[in-house]
C-alpha cells in the first residue's frame, strides 16, 4: 500500500488549534523577514474571548489598565451593541511592547487568524518598532511594567483613600487628557521600579518645596512698599521662569506646580500623563500604521496562496475579510463618517508599489526618484520609518491615488451661507488637494492648541490659560466650563481661560471659573 503524500496546506476548513497556529506563525514570519525584510519585536500571541475583548475595548485598548468607572460604562455600550449584532469586534488587538503582544480572538476561524497573525504580529509590529515616533517617544520596554505598576499603585489608593477619591483625581485627569502630552519636546523615558520608587520620594520632596516657595511671598504690606513692591516682582518674574511658561503639557504642569494635591494624587496624573503620551505617536500615524499592516498581510497571504499552503476558499473568506476592512463609502453614501484610514493607508502602499514597477508619464514627473525603480521594498522600509501620516501623505499621494478616490476640496468659511468646491481631482487641483489632506492628519491643527502662560504669584494664585484659536474654531461651551471645573479641581483655585486669535493676538473671549460658581 502506498503512502499517501503528506498535503502541503497549512490548515483546511475553519477549526484551529495551536499546533496549526504554530505551523501557520513559522510560514508567515519566513515570508515576512525573508521576501519582506521586516524588522519585529518578538510575538507572543494571546487568545482571548470575546468579554476579553470587550473589556479591552473598554479600558482604552490595554489590557493591563487601572479600574475606572467610565471603561465599565463603556464595556456596557458596547457589549450591548455586540450581543444586538448591530457591531462587531475586531479580530485581534496589539500591544506596542517589547515583546509585542497580539491578542487573537477564539472564535476566529483559522483563516482569520492567519490573516490577523500577518496584520499585528508581523505588521504592526514591524511598524512600531522602526516609525521614529514610536522610537523617539515610546519605550516598548518598559510599557507593560509600567501598566502593572499603575494598576497595583491606583488599587492600592483605593484600598488607602477610597474608591470616591481616586475617581475624583482620575475623572479631572482624564478630561485633560489630551492636553496631557509633550507635543515639542521628548519626554522622559519611563523608569524601572526603583526610579519609579525614587520619583514618588522626589514628589513628596517638591510638594513640601513648593509650600515653602508658596509661604515666602511678601506679605502685603512688604508688597506696598516702594522696594519691597520691586524686589517681590523681580522674585515672582524669576518663580515664573522656574515654572517654564508658557506650558503645553497641562497634567505635567498641574502635577508639578499645584499646592493642593497630595503625593499619591500627582503620582495618579503622572500615570495618566504617561498613557496619554504612550498613545500620541499612534494619533499621528493612523493612516500610516493601518496602511503598514494591511498591505503587510495582503502580501502575506497572497504569497501563501501562490506557494499553495492554503487553498480558495481560505483565500475566498481572506478576501472578503479585507475588502470590509479596505472599503470607502461615497461622500454621499449614508456610510461615510470620513476617510477610512485602512482605505487610504493600504491604497497609499500599493501605489507606491505600482510606480516603482509599473509607472505611468505622469508618475516619472511626479516621483522621478521612485518611478521605474523596482524596489518597492525599500521605498516602504524606508517610509514607515521616517514618516508620520502627514508628511507620507504630502510626499507620496499621487495624482492617481486623487482621482481614485475622487477627492475635492471644500471651503466652508464661517462668514459665508455656502460652501465652496475650490478644488477637484485634475491638473489645477491636485496640489491643493493633496497639501489639504495631508493638513487634515497634522494632530496639531486638530487638538486645541492650550497652553498655561501665567500665574498669579503675589496674589491669588489664579491660573491663567490660553486657548490660541486656529481658523475661527472655537471650543464648545458646555464642554470648555466643564473642563475648566476640572481644571480648577486639580489647581484648587480659580482658572481662567482666554481665547486668543492665533493669527492676530485679539483675545476673542475669557472665561473664569469664578464666573461658573456665580
Given at each position: 500500500?502506498?503512502?499517501?503524500?503528506?498535503?502541503?496546506?497549512?490548515?483546511?476548513?475553519?477549526?484551529?488549534?495551536?499546533?496549526?497556529?504554530?505551523?501557520?506563525?513559522?510560514?508567515?514570519?519566513?515570508?515576512?523577514?525573508?521576501?519582506?525584510?521586516?524588522?519585529?519585536?518578538?510575538?507572543?500571541?494571546?487568545?482571548?474571548?470575546?468579554?476579553?475583548?470587550?473589556?479591552?475595548?473598554?479600558?482604552?485598548?490595554?489590557?493591563?489598565?487601572?479600574?475606572?468607572?467610565?471603561?465599565?460604562?463603556?464595556?456596557?455600550?458596547?457589549?450591548?451593541?455586540?450581543?444586538?449584532?448591530?457591531?462587531?469586534?475586531?479580530?485581534?488587538?496589539?500591544?506596542n511592547s517589547n515583546p509585542c503582544i497580539s491578542y487573537l480572538m477564539e472564535e476566529n476561524t483559522m483563516a482569520i487568524q492567519a490573516l490577523v497573525t500577518a496584520h499585528a504580529a508581523f505588521g504592526h509590529n514591524h511598524f512600531f518598532k522602526n516609525n521614529y515616533l514610536f522610537r523617539q517617544w515610546t519605550d516598548a520596554n518598559a510599557i507593560l511594567g509600567y501598566?502593572?505598576?499603575?494598576?497595583?499603585?491606583?488599587?492600592?489608593?483605593?484600598?488607602?483613600?477610597?474608591?470616591?477619591?481616586?475617581?475624583?483625581?482620575?475623572?479631572?485627569?482624564?478630561?485633560?487628557?489630551?492636553?496631557?502630552?509633550?507635543?515639542y519636546r521628548r519626554p522622559p523615558r519611563l523608569s524601572s521600579e526603583k526610579e519609579r520608587e525614587r520619583a514618588r520620594e522626589r514628589l513628596e520632596y517638591e510638594e513640601q518645596t513648593y509650600n515653602d516657595l508658596w509661604r515666602t511671598l511678601p506679605s502685603s504690606t512688604d508688597a506696598s512698599d516702594e522696594d519691597g513692591a520691586s524686589k517681590a516682582e523681580r522674585?515672582?518674574?524669576?518663580?515664573?521662569?522656574?515654572?517654564?511658561?508658557?506650558?503645553?503639557?497641562?497634567?505635567?504642569?498641574?502635577?508639578?506646580?499645584?499646592?493642593?494635591?497630595?503625593?499619591?494624587?500627582?503620582?495618579?496624573?503622572?500615570?495618566?500623563?504617561?498613557?496619554?503620551?504612550?498613545?500620541?505617536?499612534?494619533?499621528?500615524?493612523?493612516?500610516?500604521?493601518?496602511?503598514?499592516?494591511?498591505?503587510?498581510?495582503?502580501?502575506?497571504?497572497?504569497?501563501?496562496?501562490?506557494?499553495?499552503?492554503?487553498?480558495?476558499?481560505?483565500?475566498?473568506?481572506?478576501?472578503?475579510?479585507?475588502?470590509?476592512?479596505?472599503?470607502?463609502?461615497?461622500?454621499?453614501?449614508?456610510?461615510?463618517?470620513?476617510?477610512?484610514?485602512?482605505?487610504?493607508?493600504?491604497?497609499?502602499?500599493?501605489?507606491?508599489?505600482?510606480?516603482?514597477?509599473?509607472?505611468?508619464?505622469?508618475d516619472r514627473d511626479w516621483f522621478p526618484d521612485l518611478a521605474g525603480s523596482g524596489d518597492w521594498r525599500a521605498t516602504l522600509i524606508d517610509a514607515w520609518a521616517n514618516h508620520r501620516d502627514e508628511s507620507f501623505i504630502l510626499q507620496y499621494l499621487s495624482p492617481a491615488l486623487i482621482r481614485k478616490f475622487r477627492l475635492f476640496l471644500l471651503s466652508d468659511r464661517?462668514?459665508?451661507?455656502?460652501?465652496?468646491?475650490?478644488?477637484?481631482?485634475?491638473?489645477?487641483?491636485?496640489?491643493?488637494?493633496?497639501?489639504?489632506?495631508?493638513?487634515?492628519?497634522?494632530?496639531?491643527?486638530?487638538?486645541?492648541?492650550?497652553?498655561?502662560?501665567?500665574?498669579?504669584?503675589?496674589?491669588?494664585?489664579?491660573?491663567?490659560?490660553?486657548?490660541?484659536?486656529?481658523?475661527?474654531?472655537?471650543?464648545?461651551?458646555?464642554?470648555?466650563?466643564?473642563?475648566?471645573?476640572?481644571?480648577?479641581?486639580?489647581?484648587?483655585?480659580?482658572?481662567?481661560?482666554?481665547?486668543?486669535?492665533?493669527?492676530?493676538?485679539?483675545?476673542?473671549?475669557?472665561?473664569?471659573?469664578?464666573?461658573?460658581?456665580?
Open positions: 500500500m502506498t503512502k499517501r503524500p503528506a498535503s502541503p496546506l497549512l490548515f483546511s476548513g475553519s477549526d484551529w488549534n495551536f499546533a496549526t497556529l504554530s505551523r501557520t506563525y513559522e510560514a508567515i514570519e519566513t515570508i515576512a523577514l525573508e521576501e519582506l525584510q521586516l524588522d519585529v519585536y518578538p510575538n507572543q500571541i494571546e487568545i482571548i474571548s470575546s468579554e476579553q475583548m470587550l473589556d479591552a475595548y473598554s479600558s482604552v485598548g490595554m489590557p493591563l489598565m487601572y479600574q475606572h468607572w467610565s471603561f465599565g460604562k463603556r464595556f456596557v455600550f458596547e457589549d450591548h451593541l455586540y450581543r444586538k449584532g448591530l457591531r462587531g469586534l475586531a479580530y485581534e488587538l496589539v500591544i501598566m502593572e505598576f499603575a494598576k497595583k499603585y491606583v488599587t492600592k489608593c483605593e484600598e488607602r483613600h477610597g474608591t470616591a477619591a481616586v475617581e475624583e483625581i482620575l475623572d479631572s485627569a482624564h478630561a485633560i487628557m489630551d492636553q496631557g502630552v509633550f507635543r522674585d515672582a518674574a524669576e518663580r515664573k521662569k522656574a515654572l517654564n511658561l508658557p506650558e503645553e503639557n497641562l497634567l505635567y504642569f498641574l502635577e508639578k506646580n499645584s499646592l493642593i494635591l497630595e503625593p499619591w494624587q500627582r503620582e495618579i496624573l503622572r500615570i495618566v500623563r504617561v498613557i496619554a503620551q504612550y498613545f500620541y505617536p499612534q494619533r499621528q500615524t493612523k493612516v500610516m500604521n493601518e496602511g503598514c499592516a494591511t498591505f503587510v498581510h495582503y502580501f502575506i497571504m497572497n504569497r501563501l496562496y501562490d506557494q499553495g499552503k492554503i487553498n480558495e476558499g481560505t483565500m475566498l473568506e481572506v478576501l472578503q475579510s479585507h475588502s470590509n476592512v479596505v472599503f470607502q463609502p461615497d461622500f454621499d453614501d449614508p456610510r461615510f463618517s470620513g476617510i477610512n484610514p485602512y482605505a487610504l493607508g493600504f491604497a497609499l502602499m500599493q501605489d507606491i508599489e505600482r510606480i516603482a514597477t509599473e509607472p505611468t508619464a505622469e464661517a462668514g459665508d451661507n455656502f460652501c465652496e468646491v475650490t478644488s477637484i481631482h485634475n491638473e489645477r487641483g491636485y496640489e491643493a488637494v493633496r497639501t489639504a489632506l495631508a493638513r487634515n492628519y497634522e494632530t496639531g491643527a486638530n487638538l486645541p492648541d492650550i497652553q498655561v502662560v501665567d500665574v498669579d504669584l503675589l496674589g491669588n494664585r489664579h491660573l491663567r490659560l490660553a486657548h490660541y484659536i486656529k481658523n475661527g474654531v472655537l471650543l464648545e461651551e458646555e464642554k470648555r466650563d466643564a473642563t475648566l471645573r476640572h481644571v480648577r479641581r486639580l489647581w484648587g483655585y480659580d482658572v481662567s481661560l482666554a481665547g486668543v486669535d492665533a493669527a492676530t493676538g485679539e483675545t476673542r473671549y475669557e472665561r473664569s471659573t469664578a464666573q461658573l460658581s456665580e
